[in-house]
């Protein structure tokens, strides 16, 4: 059984620019969360989606977003992008409840020059 | 706001002996707790979880401990093995927020020969 695939992996920006980051769920996985790491504040939480809707959302500000499509593949986005937005971008997906555990993919790693 | 928090950034543990990693958490609406094991450049990957019902899960080597009214629990692994070095995450669930995992910042065990 796949797992969770991010792409890019890595990517390098400038300031100022957006960025788009793709996540495919492991299959029947319907949830799809997204979550920043850095080396100082560990896994902070974005946002959730569940078919096609998002239930949560974490602090951010409104230059990241988000969406699902309807074979349950996530995008997000950030835009205006700034230097402290150079982290780890994780995905994980689950069939509904975290409970069972949360999938994650390798991530994608954004470079913010 | 840090609900979650591993108060040792790092542990070095002989290999053979035990390893014992700790979580506090201040949310008492929390009902699940997680722990995750993440490797350089890989996502994190579930390792074992706890109900709040319960005080103890054990999954070969690895047992969880959770102390509600200390708002406490730990991950005991026996015997340590050099193949265990890595991040280690404790996350948490509050039942009314699907998709969401409150993460504390990490501890990077060490196991040496």
């Known amino acids: 059984k796949a797992g969770v695939t991010q792409t890019p992996r890595y990517l390098i920006k400038t300031r100022g620019q957006q960025v788009t980051l793709s996540c495919s769920p492991i299959?029947?996985?319907?949830?799809v969360s997204w979550y920043q790491q850095t080396p100082g504040q560990g896994l902070q939480f974005l946002f959730e989606y569940f078919s096609e809707t998002q239930r949560n959302k974490g602090n951010f500000p409104g230059r990241f977003s988000g969406r699902q499509f309807s074979n349950s593949r996530s995008e997000m986005n950030v835009s205006t992008l700034e230097l402290g937005d150079s982290a780890l971008y994780l995905c994980a997906s689950s069939r509904d409840r975290v409970v069972e555990g949360l999938f994650f993919g390798e991530g994608s790693r954004l470079t913010v020059l | 706001d840090q609900q979650v928090k591993q108060n040792s950034p790092s542990l070095s543990v002989q290999e053979g002996r035990i390893s014992i990693l700790n979580c506090d958490y201040t949310?008492?609406?929390?009902?699940?707790f997680l722990w995750y094991k993440k490797y350089p450049a890989e996502g994190p990957t579930f390792l074992i979880s706890?109900?709040?019902?319960?005080d103890k899960n054990e999954d070969g080597r690895f047992t969880v401990f959770l102390n509600k009214s200390a708002k406490h629990l730990s991950l005991h692994i026996v015997p340590s093995q050099p193949g265990d070095s890595a991040v280690y995450f404790c996350a948490a669930d509050r039942g009314s927020t699907l998709g969401r995992l409150y993460f504390g910042r990490g501890t990077q065990l060490t196991v040496w020969p």
């Open positions: 299959s029947g996985h319907r949830s």
């Open positions: 949310n008492s609406m929390f009902d699940y």
């Open positions: 706890i109900s709040s019902i319960k």
